[in-house]
């Protein structure tokens, strides 16, 4: 925000200088140490952001219900340098009117820049500048409407992360493979159950990039659910095994291995119910709308006849227009570098 009357992150000058070298180690720390369990983070750039402030602690626990790993920063500079080391992930990004002038003509072209959202006082006054950069997804006087945003475009986004490889079955592919036949050999009990749960959870909490209550949401209720529930609720799991199945981050893979069980097996009674019902076996034609950068696209268009592979799970439809119109168009127009 750029007035010390704005309502969620005013902080006074004298301040300042304390609460910049506050926030710069936090983000030289997370740089170094923290393992991103998601497929994006979020930085919030703003000279007046005071940590101490009732106000902005509630906006902060409003966003973490929607990304994880969030660091934010008082100097353009070290914001600059920490985004510029990122490679893995996309950024979103939040930004006050005055500083996002200066700063977002700089970056908004680098590639793991997502979506930018200006959070200021006075929306006339920056949406002159605003609306030329196609990146930036709204200038915004509340937290609230960012937050509703940010959820759109963070699902978007992460269904927009899918693994691909168009040079059919590569080593990826079958490293994937041996690794999922290697888990789904193994057998499950209640005791085990009981155990990756516990052994999930703490890792999650030790990461200190997850809401404490989704956590202990996922602990306490895991078996009142379905996998496919759980996989598709707007919780951590959904994210953070694309994520890992993505990275073929192996470590989280292990530990949310009991989980790709239940899903994969829960996936496999599903159909096969579905074909019991049918008197003859079905082939069942699904869709998914799936954005693209246009550097795939164009690996896509050279592959022609050949085979596509998946490192994840895919969410699809029985109805065609439903993924076309409803994930597929939306992912090419928010995305300036997608089709």
Not at 38 to 51: G, K, R, S
Not at 225 to 246: E, Q, V
Request: glycine share 2%; hydrophobic share 35%; charged share 25%.
């Amino acid at each position: 925000m750029d007035k010390k009357s704005s309502k969620t992150s005013a902080a006074g000058e004298a301040k300042k200088s304390t609460s910049t070298t506050i926030i710069q180690n936090n983000a030289t720390n997370t740089c170094r140490v923290r393992r991103v369990l998601q497929n994006f983070l979020l930085i919030w750039l703003d000279a007046n952001i005071d940590e101490s402030n009732d106000d902005f602690k509630h906006s902060l626990t409003h966003l973490r219900h929607i990304v994880a790993s969030i660091t934010t920063f008082t100097d353009p500079k070290e914001c600059t340098n920490f985004l510029h080391e990122i490679q893995s992930e996309k950024v979103f990004m939040i930004v006050s009117g005055s500083l996002g002038q200066n700063i977002v003509p700089k970056i908004y072209t680098w590639s793991q820049v997502h979506s930018i959202y200006v959070f200021c006082n006075n929306r006339s006054v920056h949406e002159k500048w605003a609306k030329k950069i196609l990146k930036i997804k709204g200038v915004h006087t509340e937290i609230e409407s960012i937050c509703e945003a940010l959820k759109k475009d963070s699902a978007r986004c992460d269904r927009a992360l899918i693994s691909i490889s168009f040079r059919g079955i590569d080593a990826s592919f079958m490293y994937t493979q041996l690794i999922k036949e290697a888990l789904l050999e193994i057998d499950d009990d209640d005791a085990s159950d009981k155990k990756s749960i516990k052994d999930l959870a703490e890792y999650c909490r030790l990461q200190n990039d997850i809401a404490t209550d989704e956590i202990e949401k996922f602990e306490r209720e895991y078996h009142q659910h379905t996998p496919i529930w759980w996989y598709t609720a707007p919780f951590f799991i959904y994210t953070m095994l694309n994520r890992a199945l993505r990275l073929l981050d192996v470590d989280i893979i292990l530990k949310m291995g009991f989980f790709i069980r239940h899903l994969h097996r829960h996936i496999k009674q599903l159909y096969h119910e579905q074909q019991s019902t049918m008197r003859t076996p079905a082939v069942l034609t699904v869709y998914r709308g799936q954005g693209l950068s246009i550097q795939d696209f164009e690996k896509m268009k050279q592959s022609k006849g050949g085979f596509m592979s998946f490192n994840n799970f895919l969410s699809t439809s029985r109805d065609r227009n439903l993924s076309l119109n409803a994930f597929a168009r939306p992912a090419a127009l928010q995305d300036p570098d997608s089709v």
